[in-house]
C-alpha cells in the first residue's frame, strides 16, 4: 500500500517536472515553421537537425566546451576544498566571532550576482583577470549556498567523534582528514554536483571578464544565440541547451556514486 | 650570414605584424554578425592589411557590457549601438566628418543628406557624424495574405489600394477579417512603451510634447484615446495575452490566430522563415500619419590610437555607405536602407515591397517623434509606460489612474535628472 | 598560531579571503554607492540620503516588496515539502531511484532562459500546450499569465520546479548522514513508518530542514530571472518582485546609486527574515 502510493506521487511528479524537459527537447528537434505552428505539436511532426545544424554552425563549440570544462573543474575542485574546511571550522570551531561569522554566511545567500556586478568588475579589474580564465574561477569559488551545505552538514557529525579522537592523540588535522573528510562523502558528492552545475551554467561572470572568442563559455554562446529581438530561432536555442545539459548529466551520475552510507554501522557509540 | 638571415626575416616579420591592424568589434550577434561578417569577407578583399575579430554580446546585456567598457577602458575598435542608447554614447566616439570627404570622396552634407531625415537625426551630433547606419527599421503593419483574400478586403499600398486606412476604416478592416476567418483576434503587436507611443502619435496625442513636457494630463483627447486602445484589447481585436503577461506576438500571428502584425520591418527575415504568405502593409493614418524608427548603429570608439581609428573610421564608412558594404550587410540581414532612393539588389522580392512601405513612411514621419523619443527623459519613461499600460489592459487600474501614475513618474524623473535635456 | 589551528579558525581563512575579496568588498561599495546618482557613464556624483527619500515616495518599489512576500509565504511551503516527499522516496540507493533522481535534478541543470520559456509555452492563454489540452477536452482555458493571482501562483510553480532538483539532493545528503541505527531501534520499539519519520528521521534532519528551509527562502526572494521571461512583472506589477524592479533601475534606466540604494534596503529586509527562520528553527 505504502509503496503504490510512493509510485504513484513519483509518477505524477516525474510527468509534471519533465513535461517542460521533454517540451524543449521535442521543439530542439522541429524545424522552425513547427514552433510556431498552431495548435502545438506534441511530438515532432518531421523530425529535423536543423536546430542542431544551426547551433554548432559557425561556433567554435570545442574551444567553447574546453574553456566551460576548465572553469567549471578547476572551480568545483577550489569550492569544495574551502567549503569542506569552512564548513567544518564553522560548524565545529570554538574560535571567538564563530557566531557572527556564520550568520554572515546566510546573509551571503541573499547576495545575487546581479547586484554586485558593478563592483565585481571593478575588482575583477583591478586584479588583471580581465580576459583570464581565472576571472571566471577565483570570483565563483565562495558559493554561499555550498558555503551553506558545508555547515549544516558538519553540525550532523557527533562531537562525541571529535572527542574520542581528541583523546586518542589526534591532532586537529588528523581529526579533519582521518574522521571528518571520510564523514563526508556525501557532502563532498553533493557539493562538486551542485558547484559544478553552477559553474558550468554561470552566466554573469563569463559576460563581465570576456571580450574575447577564444575564452567564451558554452553559456555566453547560448546567450548570444538568442539574438536580438523577437522571432528568436528557438529549435536552435533549445539544442544548443539541451547539448549543454549533457556534460551535467554525466557529472551528476558519476559522483552520484559517492553518496553512501555517510556514517557507518558501528562506528559510533551513542 | 646565417645569423644576419634569422634577423632579417624576424624583422620582416615583426613589421609586417605591425602593419596589419586587427579591429575588434562588438556586435549582438544573430543576424547582425552574419551581416557583419558577409560584409568583412568582401572588404578584407580589398584592404588585404586589415583583419577582424567579432565579440558577440548577448543581446540583452548589451548596453551594461558597452558602459562597463567604457567605465574601465576596456574598448573595442568598433561597436554596433541600439538606437535609444545612441545619444548616451556619443562623446565617446570618433566623429566621422573628416573621414567622409577622404574615404566618400563626397562632403559631409551630401552624405547626411542621403539619409531618411528620421535618420538623420539620430546619428549627428551638431556637424558632427557620429554613427553610420547599420540596420535601420520602420514600424508598420503585416497582413496574412491569405485571411485578406479570403476576407475580400484590399491593403494598401500593394495590396488593392493606394491610400492608408482611416482609423475608423482600419478598426473595421479588423472586425472584418476576424469574422471572414473566424479567428479569435484580429491584431498581434508587442508589449513596448513604443507601440503605445505610436498608436498616440497616429491618434494625434503626444506623451511628452516637443519640450519634453508631460502632456498626457493636459490632452483632452488623450483619455478617449488610451481608452480606446484598452477596448481594442476588450473587443478581442487585440491580443490579451500579448500586452499582459508579454506573449510573443509573433507567436498569434504565425500561428494563424490574428490576421495582422504591427511591427518594424526587421520582423522581415523571422516572417520569412515562418513560411506563411505574408506582404507588408501601411500603419493606418489618423490625425497624423507617422511611424517609429529604430534599429542599430555603427560607430567606431575614441580609443586615441590613431592608426586604429583611422582604420576603424575607413571600414565603418564602407559598410555604412550605399553601394558599398552597406549593400551587402542589407542583403544578408534583409534589413531596409535607411538612404532615400537607394535600390538594394535583394534576393526576395518582399524586401522591395518593405522598402517601399517602410521607407514612405520614414518620409512622412515627422521630426518630432524622433527628437522626443531620442532623450533620456524618455527613455527612463519606458518601463514605467509599459508596466502602467500592461496593468489598463488587465483591468487592475484605469485610464484615469495611468495617466497620474505617469505624470508621478515624470515628476519624479525630472527632479532626478535635474533638466529635461 | 597553534590557538589558530586548536579552534578551528585556520579552517576558515581560504575561505574567509574569497568572501571578502569577492563578497564584502562589493556589497561596501554598493552600500557607499547607494549615496550616489550614477548611470555608470558620467562620474558619480554624491546625492546624500536623496535615493533614500526617492525610494520612501516610490509606491512601486513599496508595492514590490509586498509582491516579494507574497512570493515566498506562497512558494517556500512547496519547495520544502516537495523536494522532502522525492528525498525520503529516493535516498536509498537503488538503481531506480539513482536514475530517477537525474530526472529531478534535470530542471535545475537548464539554462534558466530555456527552462521559463518552456513554462511560458506550455501556459501561454492562446497557443499553450495545457489551454490546449483543456480545450480538446471540452474544458475552458485558463488565463495562468492573465490575472494577478493565477499568475503569482504558476510563478511559484516554477520556482518549484527549478528548485527541486537542488533541494532535492540537500535532502538526500542528509537523509544520509542520519545513521541507520535510529530507525532500526525504533523498528524494534514496534513504531510505524509515519511513527519513524515524525519522531525520528524529521528530528534528527533539524540542521538539514534549516538548510533548506533557508536555501528555499533565499532563493525565491532573491531571484528574478524565471519572472522576467514569464510575465515581465505584470500583469501590471503584480508580479513585479524587488529584484526585478531593482534590475530595471539598475540595467534598463541605469540608475545605479538609486538600484543600490534599494539592493541596500531589500538585503536588510533580507536578512531579517532570514535571522527570523532561524532564530523559531533554532530555538525548538
Redesign the interface.
Same mark, same amino acid.
Given at each position: 500500500m505504502?509503496k503504490a502510493i510512493?509510485w504513484i506521487?513519483?509518477v505524477l511528479?516525474?510527468v509534471?517536472?519533465?513535461?517542460?524537459?521533454y517540451?524543449?527537447v521535442a521543439?530542439s528537434f522541429k524545424s522552425?515553421?513547427e514552433v510556431?505552428?498552431?495548435?502545438?505539436t506534441?511530438f515532432p511532426t518531421s523530425p529535423t537537425l536543423q536546430g542542431y545544424q544551426e547551433a554548432i554552425r559557425n561556433q567554435e563549440l570545442l574551444t567553447y566546451l574546453k574553456n566551460t570544462l576548465f572553469v567549471s573543474i578547476v572551480a568545483t575542485l577550489i569550492t569544495v576544498?574551502?567549503?569542506v574546511?569552512?564548513g567544518?571550522?564553522?560548524a565545529?570551531?570554538?574560535?571567538p566571532g564563530k557566531y557572527a561569522?556564520n550568520?554572515?554566511v546566510?546573509?551571503?545567500?541573499? +547576495?545575487?550576482a546581479?547586484?554586485?556586478? #558593478? @563592483?565585481?568588475?571593478? /575588482?575583477i579589474?583591478r586584479l588583471e583577470l580581465?580576459n583570464n580564465l581565472w576571472g571566471l574561477i577565483?570570483?565563483?569559488?565562495?558559493t554561499?549556498?555550498g558555503?551553506?551545505?558545508a555547515i549544516?552538514?558538519m553540525?550532523?557529525i557527533p562531537d562525541e567523534m571529535l572527542e574520542s579522537a581528541k583523546i586518542d592523540g589526534a591532532?586537529?588535522?588528523q581529526i579533519?582528514w582521518k574522521i571528518v573528510m571520510p564523514l563526508s562523502q556525501?557532502?563532498v558528492?553533493?557539493l562538486a554536483?551542485?558547484s559544478f552545475?553552477w559553474r558550468?551554467?554561470d552566466?554573469v561572470l563569463p559576460?563581465?571578464v570576456v571580450?574575447?572568442?577564444s575564452l567564451y563559455t558554452l553559456?555566453?554562446?547560448?546567450?548570444? +544565440?538568442?539574438?536580438?529581438?523577437?522571432? #528568436? @530561432?528557438?529549435n536552435t /536555442?533549445?539544442a544548443f541547451?539541451t547539448l549543454?545539459?549533457i556534460p551535467?548529466?554525466i557529472i551528476?551520475?558519476l559522483f552520484?556514486r559517492f553518496?553512501?552510507?555517510?556514517?557507518m554501522?558501528g562506528g559510533?557509540k551513542y | 650570414m646565417k645569423r644576419f638571415f634569422v634577423g632579417v626575416m624576424l624583422f620582416v616579420l615583426v613589421v609586417s605584424a605591425m602593419g596589419a591592424v586587427k579591429l575588434v568589434v562588438w556586435s549582438g550577434g544573430g543576424t547582425e554578425r552574419q551581416g557583419l561578417e558577409a560584409a568583412i569577407a568582401e572588404y578584407k578583399k580589398l584592404n588585404p592589411d586589415v583583419d577582424f575579430e567579432i565579440v558577440d554580446v548577448p543581446y540583452a546585456q548589451y548596453e551594461q557590457k558597452v558602459r562597463l567598457g567604457i567605465m574601465g577602458g576596456d574598448l573595442p575598435d568598433l561597436v554596433t549601438i541600439t538606437y535609444p542608447y545612441a545619444p548616451g554614447y556619443m562623446q565617446y566616439m570618433l566623429d566621422l566628418t573628416q573621414y567622409v570627404q577622404k574615404y566618400l570622396g563626397i562632403t559631409p552634407e551630401q552624405f547626411k543628406n542621403a539619409m531618411y531625415d528620421v535618420v538623420r537625426i539620430r546619428v549627428t551630433d551638431g556637424d558632427a557624424v557620429r554613427y553610420v547606419p547599420l540596420h535601420f527599421t520602420m514600424q508598420c503593419l503585416w497582413v496574412n495574405v491569405d485571411y485578406f483574400k479570403k476576407a475580400g478586403i484590399p491593403y494598401p499600398p500593394f495590396g488593392g489600394r493606394s491610400d492608408p486606412w482611416t482609423w475608423a476604416e482600419f478598426i473595421d478592416v479588423l472586425k472584418k477579417v476576424k469574422q471572414a476567418n473566424n479567428i479569435p483576434y484580429a491584431m498581434s503587436m508587442q508589449r513596448t512603451a513604443e507601440r503605445l507611443f505610436n498608436y498616440l502619435g497616429i491618434r494625434g496625442v503626444k506623451i511628452l510634447d516637443e519640450n519634453l513636457d508631460f502632456t498626457l494630463d493636459k490632452d483632452p483627447k488623450a483619455k478617449q484615446m488610451l481608452t480606446e486602445f484598452v477596448d481594442l484589447f476588450k473587443q478581442n481585436l487585440m491580443v490579451p495575452a500579448e500586452w499582459i503577461s508579454n506573449q510573443d506576438p509573433n507567436m498569434a500571428f504565425t500561428g494563424g490566430l490574428s490576421a495582422v502584425l504591427w511591427a518594424g520591418s526587421w520582423s522581415t527575415l523571422d516572417l520569412l522563415k515562418a513560411g506563411k504568405n505574408f506582404a507588408p502593409a501601411y500603419l493606418p493614418k489618423d490625425a497624423e500619419w507617422l511611424s517609429l524608427e529604430g534599429g542599430r548603429f555603427f560607430g567606431a570608439f575614441r580609443t586615441g590610437k590613431k592608426d586604429r581609428e583611422e582604420a576603424a573610421a575607413k571600414f565603418a564608412l564602407w559598410i555604412g555607405w550605399r553601394g558599398l558594404g552597406y549593400d551587402i550587410y542589407l542583403r544578408t540581414t534583409y534589413h531596409m536602407s535607411a538612404y532615400k532612393e537607394h535600390t538594394v539588389k535583394y534576393d526576395n522580392p518582399i524586401m522591395d515591397l518593405v522598402q517601399a512601405v517602410c521607407g514612405r513612411l520614414a518620409e512622412v514621419t515627422p521630426a518630432w517623434v524622433v527628437t522626443i523619443r531620442n532623450s533620456t527623459l524618455y527613455s527612463n519613461m519606458q518601463t514605467a509606460i509599459q508596466n502602467q499600460a500592461s496593468a489598463a489592459v488587465a483591468g487592475q487600474i484605469n485610464v484615469d489612474e495611468m495617466i497620474k501614475n505617469l505624470r508621478k513618474e515624470y515628476d519624479r524623473l525630472l527632479s532626478e535628472l535635474g533638466s529635461k535635456k | 598560531m597553534s590557538s589558530l589551528v586548536k579552534s578551528r579558525f585556520i579552517f576558515v581563512v581560504p575561505a574567509l579571503v574569497f568572501l571578502s575579496l569577492f563578497v564584502l568588498i562589493p556589497i561596501a561599495s554598493i552600500f557607499t554607492m547607494s549615496f550616489y546618482s550614477w548611470d555608470l557613464l558620467r562620474p558619480p556624483k554624491f546625492v546624500g540620503w536623496n535615493n533614500f527619500r526617492l525610494m520612501l515616495e516610490d509606491k512601486w518599489f513599496w508595492n514590490s516588496i509586498w509582491v516579494s512576500i507574497k512570493l515566498l509565504i506562497l512558494t517556500v511551503p512547496m519547495t520544502f515539502f516537495i523536494p522532502m516527499a522525492l528525498a525520503l522516496a529516493l535516498y536509498r540507493e537503488t538503481r531506480s531511484s539513482k536514475i530517477l533522481r537525474a530526472f529531478f535534478y534535470w530542471p535545475y541543470m537548464m539554462p534558466a532562459v530555456a527552462g521559463t520559456t518552456m513554462w511560458k509555452w506550455l501556459l501561454s492563454y492562446d497557443l499553450g500546450l495545457l489551454n490546449h489540452i483543456l480545450k480538446s477536452c471540452g474544458l475552458s482555458p485558463i488565463g495562468w499569465l492573465l490575472k494577478p493571482a493565477p499568475a503569482l501562483f504558476s510563478i511559484a510553480l516554477l520556482r518549484t520546479w527549478a528548485m527541486t532538483g537542488l533541494l532535492m539532493m540537500m535532502f538526500i545528503t542528509g537523509l544520509q548522514n542520519i545513521s541507520e541505527e535510529y530507525h532500526e531501534a525504533a523498528k524494534i520499539d514496534g513504531a510505524n513508518k509515519w511513527q519513524i519519520f515524525w519522531y525520528v528521521t524529521f528530528p534528527l534532519l533539524r540542521n538539514t530542514n534549516l538548510l533548506v528551509l533557508t536555501t528555499a527562502i533565499a532563493h525565491v526572494f532573491r531571484d528574478f530571472a524565471g519572472i522576467y521571461v514569464l510575465t515581465g512583472g505584470g500583469p501590471g506589477y503584480s508580479t513585479m518582485v524587488t529584484p526585478l524592479y531593482i534590475y530595471n533601475s539598475a540595467f534598463t534606466q541605469f540608475r545605479i546609486g538609486y538600484a543600490y540604494a534599494m539592493s541596500v534596503v531589500f538585503l536588510l529586509i533580507s536578512f531579517v527574515i532570514a535571522m527570523t527562520t532561524l532564530r523559531v528553527r533554532e530555538n525548538r
Open positions: 505504502a510512493k506521487f513519483l511528479a516525474l509534471f517536472y519533465m513535461l517542460p524537459v517540451y524543449s521543439t522552425l515553421q510556431y505552428r498552431y495548435p502545438p506534441i576544498i574551502i567549503c574546511m569552512a567544518y571550522g564553522l565545529k570551531g570554538t574560535f561569522l550568520r554572515l546566510v546573509m551571503t545567500l541573499f +547576495i545575487s546581479q547586484v554586485i556586478m #558593478v @563592483p565585481l568588475f571593478v /575588482i579589474k580581465i577565483l570570483p565563483a569559488v565562495y554561499p549556498t558555503m551553506f551545505t549544516q552538514y553540525r550532523d591532532n586537529e588535522w579533519f556525501p557532502l558528492a553533493a554536483i551542485f552545475t558550468w551554467n552566466f559576460l563581465l571580450n574575447r572568442r553559456q555566453l554562446a547560448l546567450a548570444v +544565440i538568442q539574438g536580438e529581438y523577437g522571432g #528568436v @530561432p528557438w /536555442i533549445l541547451s549543454t545539459i551535467t548529466l551528476f551520475l552520484q553518496f553512501m552510507r555517510g556514517i554501522a559510533l | - | -
